[in-house]
T-cell receptor, first 114, second 111 residues
Framework: EAQVTQNPRYLITVTGKKLTVTCSQN?????MSWYRQDPGLGLRQIYYSMNVEVTDKGDVPEGYKVSRKEKRNFPLILESPSPNQTSLYFC?????????????FGPGTRLTVT | GQQVMQIPQYQHVQEGEDFTTYCNSS?????IQWYKQRPGGHPVFLIQ?????EVKKQKRLTFQFGEAKKNSSLHITATQTTDVGTYFC???????????FGKGTRLHILP
């Protein structure tokens, strides 16, 4: 089944404790992206990747890191989480970086930073 | 930077009434996509518009892309309870591969 998976689905952590949220897709998609969703603010792009070893900042990259060492995986790293990073995070992928292709979203990761 | 404004933020309609949500971009878009997110779920792709003035239909849903490729609308005819959710537009600019989402319109159906 074609899908985007994220882990963990729920995470409660404390300020400053490094964490990684994994994202994996099995559709051989080139383009992958991370979003955060906050009430009243919609979906905001954090980082995106057009292909392996190619990443770029979205609209709200501060406090986050990403890597794309393999085509299927695109982990989101919070080196020193803070309470303002409490949010619902979605990973998404699409077939190609150029052109126009629909994005497939993962189920989401709800992160709480205390 | 590029912004995509979406209105209204909330809409309550009686079942059977029509519903429309609008998106306006500060810059020309290469394409616009529409997504639906059910409560507790993740965004699901509905459609993509690419051409200036394009109109596409999916059963009771009609999507339009403006002539200047800076605005778009989604119209639902005769809403049903299954239409409940938040509808997002997402635009990709001409200059980079960032995707900017509107803040969404939450549709609530009154029985």
């Amino acid at each position: 089944e074609a899908q985007v998976t994220q882990n963990p689905r729920y995470l409660i952590t404390v300020t400053g404790k490094k964490l990684t949220v994994t994202c994996s897709q099995n559709m051989n998609h080139e383009y992958m992206s991370w979003y955060r969703q906050d009430p009243g603010l919609g979906l905001r792009q954090i980082y995106y990747s057009m292909n392996v070893e190619v990443t770029d900042k979205g609209d709200v990259p501060e406090g986050y890191k990403v890597s794309r060492k393999e085509k299927r995986n695109f982990p989101l790293i919070l080196e020193s989480p803070s309470p303002n990073q409490t949010s619902l995070y979605f990973c998404a992928s699409s077939l190609e970086a150029s052109g126009s292709y629909e994005q497939y979203f993962g189920p989401g990761t709800r992160l709480t930073v205390t | 930077g590029q912004q995509v404004m979406q209105i209204p933020q909330y809409q309550h309609v009686q079942e059977g009434e029509d519903f429309t949500t609008y998106c306006n971009s500060s810059t020309t878009l290469s394409n616009i996509q529409w997504y639906k997110q059910r409560p507790g779920g993740h965004p699901v792709f509905l459609i993509q518009l690419v051409k200036s003035g394009e109109v596409k239909k999916q059963k009771r849903l009609t999507f339009q892309f403006g002539e200047a490729k800076k605005n778009s609308s989604l119209h639902i005819t005769a809403t049903q309870t299954t239409d409940v959710g938040t509808y997002f537009c997402a635009g990709r600019g001409n200059r980079d591969d960032k995707i900017i989402f509107g803040k969404g319109t939450r549709l609530h159906i009154l029985p």
